[in-house]
């Protein structure tokens, strides 16, 4: 996927959850997400400008906490 917003994004269509990476390293997850919305965002030439458009502030969202970096002392 090329974004300069979104580094990743994944469907659930059984739950209909829209999880989306971000370059920042946040993540969403994104509920209630027609199956619709979805393959548009796929098909979109701009992630990021369809995210602002049809995504953002109109389905209810979470955020996952990034997992943390284990750091093993040498």
Known sequence: ??????????????????D???????RYVYSDVPPEVAQGFAA?????VFYNRTIRNAFPCRE??????????G
């Open 64 to 73: 996952v906490s990034r997992r943390r970096r284990r750091i093993v002392p």
């Open 20 to 26: 989306l990476l971000f370059v920042s390293g946040r």
């Open 44 to 48: 979109a030439a701009s992630k990021g």
């Open 1 to 18: 996927m090329e974004s300069s917003v979104i580094r990743g994004a994944w469907y659930r269509p059984d739950q209909a959850e829209l």
